[in-house]
């Protein structure tokens, strides 16, 4: 415990963070832990690595993600803006570095020397656009150049997704800002005429993008088949194992489709969860993040600063979005996307991004922070 009357970071920190998104993120990245030790031996030994490979390296993550966390958490408004600047800056460059120079897997090219830089891109890009939006309401603030600002910031990032091709983070990234959008009072004409703009661009993709084109079909028409191989292949699999578990599992270890699944601890890591720890498991797991979710909207909504009450709830839909694409994904009820589940799924680039943004979000909602300073606001 910390007396009152002491005073320095750690203890302000200490006083002022809430303790139940820390213990609920911590929770995550624990489960995390136990779902690759259940989902990712049978990958490994297909591919021929270790049986552990995945395992030791998601538990590796766990120090330099709690690390980074933490770190994040202790930003006050004005630095979070800063960092958040610099980190979009660099994630933006490694795109289109990846673009030009990038391996291409699968048909898209979003590496480049092992990292995924549109994971890191999402953070950032929600705490620009909060502050974008809340800026043009700021007494004495040029309005037109920071809402110029937010309105270019959106085609500026997902132009360099869509040419990987990632509709995925595409998709996330304009629910998020359309929140954002919202959020900042503009009026209803505008929320409709982007909203207009936004189904537009769908049916453009999907009449002119044969990557969109095929995966809407093959959902829609899932006896498609192509190349003697159904495209709907994991997504039915997916539904099929967390069927075969029933409501209670087969039990840790004792999985079958995990074995037939190449994305089972990344994309399809809920799938095996339902399969070996049941439904009730499932719905324990959508209970956590949907806590997340509330708890991080009713944070913001506390909050007296519109920047920091705005970018925590960017962060906190962007988190709650990306959370419901996963798992809606598993149980077939929209496309695949390619979207891993928070803290849950196998990935380096997406555990460190996702350590960054809910780092923000603790910092954006600790409570010292409610009644800005006149510095914080530069």
């Not at 610099?86 to 120079?101: E, G, P, R």
């Not at 600063?305 to 809606?328: E, K, Y």
Request: charged content about 15%; some cysteine.
């Amino acid at each position: 415990m910390v007396a009152r009357t002491e005073r320095g970071p750690v203890a302000d920190w200490l006083r002022t963070v809430d303790p139940w998104l820390l213990g609920a993120f911590g929770a995550l990245m624990a489960i995390g832990v136990v779902m690759a030790l259940a989902a990712s031996p049978a990958v490994a030994e297909r591919i021929g690595l270790d049986p552990f490979h995945f395992v030791n390296r998601q538990t590796a993550l766990l120090i330099p993600c709690a690390a980074i966390l933490a770190a994040t958490s202790f930003l006050s408004p004005r630095h979070a803006r800063r960092a958040a600047l610099l980190l979009y800056a660099v994630s933006l460059a490694l795109i289109v570095a990846a673009l030009m120079f990038g391996v291409e897997v699968k048909g898209s090219r979003r590496w480049i020397a092992g990292v995924q830089p549109s994971e890191f891109i999402k953070p950032a890009f929600v705490v620009l656009a909060a502050w974008a939006f809340t800026e043009g309401g700021r007494a004495g603030a040029p309005k037109g150049l920071s809402r110029a600002f937010a309105f270019l910031l959106l085609p500026l990032t997902i132009v360099p997704l869509i040419l990987e091709p990632d509709f995925g983070q595409t998709m996330l990234i304009s629910v998020v800002w359309g929140a954002l959008f919202f959020m900042a009072g503009l009026h209803w004409f505008w929320v409709l005429g982007l909203g207009g703009v936004g189904a537009f661009g769908g049916l453009l993709a999907y009449e002119f993008s044969p990557h969109v084109h095929d995966r809407i079909q093959h959902f829609l028409n899932p006896d498609t088949v192509a190349g003697g191989v159904s495209d709907t292949f994991q997504v039915d699999t997916a539904l099929q194992a967390i069927l075969s578990g029933g409501w209670f599992g087969r039990g840790p270890g004792e999985g079958l489709f995990k074995r037939i699944l190449p994305d089972a601890h990344t994309d399809f890591v809920f799938a095996v969860a339902g399969e070996e720890f049941g439904i009730i498991a499932c719905l324990g797991l959508i209970a956590i993040f949907g806590f997340v979710v509330m708890r991080g909207l009713w944070l913001a909504s506390r909050n007296c600063d519109p920047f920091s009450r705005s970018a925590a709830a960017g962060l906190t839909i962007m988190f709650g979005v990306q959370s419901w694409i996963n798992m809606a994904v598993n149980l077939r009820a929209i496309p695949a996307k390619g979207m891993t589940l928070p803290f849950i799924s196998y990935g380096g680039s997406s555990e460190l991004a996702l350590a960054i943004g809910m780092g923000f979000l603790i910092a954006l909602t600790r409570r010292n922070l409610a009644t800005p300073s006149v510095l914080d606001r530069a």
